[in-house]
């Protein structure tokens, strides 16, 4: 508007001239004028009988009836124009929400008010004559190309728009012109509905009618919202570059004017790709509506963009629990709601923040990393907490510290990292129940894989165990086995499972690789929240819940604009829920694992043997490469944690931690969720409870870990595991994989047969089919049988028959890539010490094992 006194333009709505500081005459006030829509006619009914064997004419029928939707049509849309015109926001003039704005109040999941947002803090509006050509041209390409023609709506856009939402019977797709989006920042609520749609074309006519394109065009830029707490073009200019808003260049401008569409998604600052590919969109906007040549479009989107980011006062910076708030911010737009209607429209906005597990997350997250790392910055850690059986988001720390519109390490789509082997429960163990596996199927943990001239894959401490069932090489993370399994389910089908069951974001061309069995994906990757979201799926049996951050939301007026409530999908049987949350509880198990041949004399440790919480809990640890990622995913009935440690700058190789330990899965993220649940469960008063056993499991006591069968009388005490079933899944037939032999009682090394003079009889164990000669040796191969015998007309020599050693030489199987290790280690155990006992008398050998 004008000023009388000295003449020059100021912004819609100020009140005092910002040039020589007179007191503005605001604009008379304006009422909307539109033709009140006319009633449909009546449709006449005929009474008029046809007789009885009268020819139906179908033509006649069908072109009647397309009349009568026609008409109903438009009485439709009469009725929904009448009601978007009586029910118009005032308009008494175009003053800004910076001046008229409420704040905004959220709460927490108990209905307790934790915060105010106050988002116009930080806007300064510029005259159109003060923002850059660049900007204005940029902003108009991407946006509205017809705005300076269009009578402030696209009538092609709103009929193509109209054909959608007719499809899916709601207003779905959007058709606004610059003049439409201002309407509804400025006046309409969010809430996609055909009669606000309706409003916003109404107000747009009048604003169209009133005000010039520039002045229209002035009020956008100083109105939008740009993201990074940045309100208007001015903060913009200033938090992005440093600049002001005349001083943009074409690339910057193309920069800033792709951000309205999606702030938080296309920030440059966090999403440098994304915002890169936006850019792009922008200037091939502008060159093929004349604003640039395609060359120029090309040399300005490799033109440096001088970012100098700038610390403004934002609406979360200064707030309680600032990582969830900003997340809530960042998920309302993505719901379609304008910043400007999130802070300054008088909302209240209910969400499912528990304060309480918020603060006992950040201090861990803080703790155990000063602990660690001290201040190196550099590594961080996330955490997402989750109700399992709702879907209720109670805390998410996206850092050490927080940071005004920085990173959310735990939810960010670009905070993709390798799972390591967190990702086996979600690849292959749950998918090989499904299929019929159980916890004691037995898999041979023997290298059959050769990649690059190396055995594949391997753990830490290079040791095969031979004979291994499901549920104790899960407990002590077996890649071997996780390899094999993912390779005998199917490739494709675990893939599937992982990303269909359990909801991962992965790219199809990882489908391909058999390394994502152990976290190992050729492109794709996982961050917190995809992760915990995942994990839940166990303790609501088999039920993965849509996540909820906000409750619902009322405007000013009492109305709820929106509303989320609790949804699941039945992924897998509660029974297979119910098998795998025990699986995962050996994880915590702090007794050596005695049928695990190779991890030392008791047999081998569970990852997470030190993590346990005092009571019922699941999990899994995960480690990348060089220690570039560690995960602990983990769960009781009521709670589910999910916490990533690693590098924030990518997947580079961790240092040891300031005690002189590499931090794998179980020492860089276990500590964290293990204080987590401890200070939840004593500050929350959370009532111990088992994990919730459905009809349809039955137990079985006494199988063999090296069958996967009813143990038998040979089978050595420390191979015999009970497991929980599906039932029907149930061994009930007697394993055969330990056996009795007759050995030459001088040389247990020698089958004895007849001549050979005494003998004893030995229990041994059945060799592994699918190792060949050439390869490293199992553990378990010291109980394998003798494979020579004794000659009857020669004393028993005392040297030793053992199997062949192994040959690097020796390539048996196919290739596959390589990918991350697991932690473990140990030595083999000595073979038995066998004493002579009576002819025909078998004997178990108690120190035997597998």
Request: glycine share 8%.
């Amino acid at each position: 508007m004008r000023c009388q006194k000295c003449g020059q333009d100021n912004s819609p709505g100020s009140l005092y001239c910002r040039f020589c500081g007179r007191k503005l005459k605001a604009p008379a006030t304006k009422k909307v004028s539109a033709k009140t829509p006319a009633k449909s006619p009546a449709i006449p009914a005929s009474s008029k009988k046809g007789a009885t064997h009268r020819r139906i004419r179908w033509g006649r029928v069908s072109i009647l009836a397309f009349a009568l939707v026609v008409l109903a049509g438009f009485g439709f849309a009469g009725y929904e124009s009448y009601a978007a015109w009586t029910t118009l926001p005032p308009m008494t003039s175009l003053v800004s929400l910076t001046t008229q704005s409420q704040d905004s109040t959220i709460y927490d999941q108990y209905g307790q008010k934790v915060a105010t947002l106050h988002g116009s803090v930080n806007r300064i509006n510029v005259p159109i004559s003060a923002i850059s050509p660049n900007m204005q041209h940029a902003i108009v390409a991407i946006e509205d190309h017809g705005f300076y023609t269009n009578p402030g709506f696209d009538l092609k856009s709103i009929v193509r728009a109209s054909l959608v939402d007719v499809v899916h019977h709601a207003a779905v797709q959007g058709a606004s012109t610059i003049t439409e989006q201002l309407a509804k920042d400025l006046y309409l609520s969010p809430k996609k509905t055909l009669q606000r749609k309706l409003q916003e074309f109404f107000i747009g006519l009048e604003l169209a009618r009133t005000y010039s394109k520039p002045q229209i065009l002035d009020m956008y830029l100083n109105e939008v919202y740009f993201g990074n707490g940045a309100s208007g073009i001015y903060a913009a200019s200033e938090s992005y570059f440093g600049e002001k808003p005349s001083e943009l260049t074409v690339a910057q401008a193309a920069m800033l004017a792709g951000l309205p569409q999606a702030p938080s998604l296309y920030d440059p600052l966090v999403n440098l790709k994304l915002a890169k590919e936006r850019q792009l969109q922008v200037l091939d906007a502008m060159a093929k509506y004349g604003y640039l040549t395609p060359s120029q479009a090309h040399a300005d989107y490799l033109a440096p963009l001088n970012f100098h980011p700038q610390q403004i006062t934002s609406s979360s910076s200064s707030l309680p629990y600032p990582w969830y708030i900003q997340h809530v911010i960042n998920y309302l737009e993505s719901k379609g709601m304008s910043y400007n209607m999130i802070t300054n429209g008088g909302l209240k906005i209910y969400t499912a923040l528990d304060p309480t597990v918020y603060n006992i997350a950040q201090n861990a997250v803080t703790y155990w990393m000063n602990y660690h790392f001290g201040n190196n910055q550099n590594l961080q850690a996330a955490v997402v907490v989750e109700n399992p059986h709702n879907g209720y988001i109670e805390a998410v720390i996206g850092a050490r510290q927080y940071t005004p519109f920085g990173e959310d390490l735990a939810t960010s789509p670009t905070a993709l990292r390798s799972s390591g082997s967190s990702i086996k429960p979600l690849m292959e163990y749950t998918a090989a129940l499904v299929k019929g596996y159980t916890p004691m199927t037995p898999i041979q943990d023997v290298p059959i894989f050769h990649v690059n001239g190396q055995w594949w894959p391997h753990n830490d401490d290079h040791v095969y165990h031979g004979w291994m069932d499901l549920q104790d090489a899960l407990a002590i993370s077996d890649n071997d086995v996780a390899v094999h399994l993912l390779h005998d389910i199917g490739i494709q089908y675990g893939f599937n499972f992982a990303t269909q069951k359990f909801g991962l974001k992965l790219p199809e061309i990882d489908a391909s690789y058999l390394g994502m069995a152990i976290g190992g994906f050729k492109q794709g990757g996982v961050n917190a929240y995809e992760m915990t979201q995942a994990y839940a799926t166990f303790p609501n049996g088999g039920v993965r819940m849509k996540p909820i951050w906000v409750t619902k939301v009322v405007n000013q007026d009492g109305a709820v604009i929106f509303q989320d409530n609790p949804q699941g999908q039945a992924e897998f049987s509660p029974q297979v829920a119910f098998v795998m949350d025990h699986m995962l509880e050996k994880v915590f198990d702090p007794n050596p694992i005695p049928a695990i041949v190779g991890g030392g004399p008791a047999g081998a440790t569970a990852t997470g043997y030190d993590l346990g919480i005092g009571r019922p809990a699941a999990g899994k640890t995960g480690t990348n490469n060089g220690e570039a990622d560690a995960w602990f995913l983990g769960y009781e009935p009521q709670l589910t944690v999910g916490v990533w440690e690693g590098n924030v700058h990518g997947e580079y190789p961790q240092p040891p931690t300031l005690q002189g330990v590499y931090p794998y899965g179980d020492v860089g993220a276990g500590p964290i969720w293990q204080t987590i649940m401890e200070q939840v469960n004593q500050a929350e008063n959370i009532p111990v409870e088992h994990f919730s056993r459905p009809p349809g499991v039955v137990y079985v006591p006494n199988v063999s870990a090296t069958s996967g069968l009813i143990a038998s009388q040979y089978t050595p005490s420390r191979d015999i595991e009970g497991a929980w079933f599906v039932q029907g899944t149930q061994p009930t037939s007697v394993g055969q994989s330990h056996f009795p032999l007759k050995v030459v009682a001088s040389n247990p090394n020698l089958l004895w047969q007849p001549g050979c003079g005494p003998f004893v009889t030995s229990v041994f164990l059945k060799k592994e089919p699918d190792w060949k000669p050439g390869a490293p040796l199992p553990a378990d191969h010291i109980y394998w049988p003798p494979t020579q015998s004794c000659s009857p007309k020669t004393p028993p020599s005392s040297s030793s028959s053992t199997p062949p050693s192994a040959s690097p030489s020796a390539s048996p199987s196919t290739s596959s890539p390589s990918a991350p290790p697991s932690s473990g280690s140990g030595t083999p155990l000595p073979p038995p010490v066998l004493s002579p006992v009576s002819p025909n008398t078998p004997k178990s050998t108690p120190s035997s094992s597998t």
